[in-house]
């Protein structure tokens, strides 16, 4: 069994549902991050117990293993590819400063 299957096993044991602090530790994100994704229906499922919201370690698994991608359709783009800060490209994007006054 690896670590995170015991993990889940320990944590099942003891209570299987975590607070919003604790999934997004366990997901390795922010606790912001993890409330935006509830907001725009995008993230793990989740449960109101009274006002309290809590997620159910095996729905963060689950989640979790829905979300991973072996490859993507795009290639990364490295250093060279990024714009630089004061190229046109990214330039000619941004607006123009003195149409605000």
Same mark, same amino acid.
Request: charged share 25%.
């Given at each position: 069994?690896?670590?995170?299957?015991?993990?889940?096993?320990?944590?099942?044991?003891?209570?299987?549902?975590? +607070?919003?602090?604790?999934?997004?530790?366990?997901?390795? !994100?922010?606790? @912001?991050? /993890?409330?935006? &994704?509830?907001? %725009? =229906? *995008?993230?793990?499922?989740?449960?109101?117990?009274?006002?309290?919201?809590?997620?159910?370690?095996?729905?963060?698994?689950?989640? +979790?293993?829905?979300?991973?991608?072996?490859?993507?359709? !795009?290639?990364? @783009?490295? /250093?060279?590819? &990024?714009?630089? %800060? =004061? *190229?046109?490209?990214?330039?000619?994007?941004?607006?123009?400063?003195?149409?605000?006054?």
């Amino acid at each position: 069994m690896n670590d995170d299957n015991a993990l889940s096993v320990r944590a099942n044991k003891i209570s299987p549902f975590l +607070s919003t602090e604790q999934a997004a530790f366990y997901l390795g !994100l922010s606790t @912001r991050k /993890l409330q935006k &994704m509830r907001a %725009l =229906n *995008s993230g793990p499922i989740f449960r109101c117990h009274g006002r309290y919201v809590r997620y159910h370690i095996d729905d963060l698994e689950m989640w +979790s293993r829905a979300t991973c991608s072996r490859n993507s359709e !795009l290639p990364p @783009r490295t /250093l060279r590819e &990024m714009p630089r %800060l =004061n *190229s046109p490209a990214r330039t000619a994007l941004q607006p123009d400063a003195q149409a605000f006054f």
